[in-house]
């Protein structure tokens, strides 16, 4: 048996630590206060332990139980006033952090994307849907890519200085994707199927022109490739653009690059084709120009044109956009005001 004073200093010691733990409201109070009795060096309870080499040693055994008993208590006692903490301060943290889920939300603007935007990811949506791969050429050019190779002889109008801005007398900016045709076919051999869609620059500006304007080329080239093949391409655009009765019709035209060229017209969505304000009463909408690769381009690009042909065609996607979205001024466009261009979105 241990001494009185030892029962009375471990009766002491356990009095403390219930009254100490009574005002803890915390888990890191729990673990300071646990030290000031269990740290091995400066502990209360360890204290005692290293008072054994002092007690004479018939006692010894009595003594070290005892204090291993109280130790025992107290760590027991701690853990679970630790526990009690634990949980309070997780019941403490879900009261903070409640959300009132009855409160009225804040009212989200979202955007989205502008319509030129949209239509430039419609289009290549429809076309990569064909095959078609994507070739994003430089909006500089030289003249070689934009006008020679392309068939198109010095005094041709589109050479004109008043439409093309040129940078110095060999670079300008691309007046129309169709440089990038030349650069695919330099580099790569038939079976060609690309969609070139990019900004384009040309000095003119009114109601339905601005100098910066966006197109989107498209080019095949394989063996056999005819008119026919443009025309199943370009059915397919229209209906999947605007809506499944849309037809096509080729008128003849001219491009230098193309022989036979035509200007594709969309029967009006407005009106079935019965003629209205949108197609002017004529039933048909002008919506891009496109033709038969001239053999002129193939040879200018190693391809040999008794081996292969080819069908090439260029949209504007402002004008596509405005006809699928009711714009009459390109302005619109390039304003950037939010109230308008918030109208128009196919994604919602
Ligand atoms: N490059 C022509 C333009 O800017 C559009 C065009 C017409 C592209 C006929 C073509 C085409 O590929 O075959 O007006």
Redesign the pocket.
Known sequence: MADNALQERIEAIRAEIREKAEGLDSSRLVYEMKKTFMDPKQGKISALMKDMKNIPAEQRADYGKAVNELKTWALDHFEKIDRKMKELELKRRYESEKLDITMPAKKETPGNLHPVTQMREQLIDIFSGMGFEIYEGSEIENDYYNFTALNTPQDHPARDMQDTFYLSPEFLLRT?T?SGQIHVMENKKPPIKILSPGKVFRSDDDATHSPMFS?M?GLVVDKKITLCDLKGALDLFVQKIYGEETTTRLRPSY?P??EP?VEVDCSCFSCGGKGCGLCKGTGWIEVL???VVNRKVLANCGIDPDEYSGF???IGIERTAMLKYGINNIKLLFESDLDVLKQISDYQ
């Open positions: 129309q169709s197109q080329e491009f690059f193309t060229s120009g496109a033709g090439a065609f260029g």
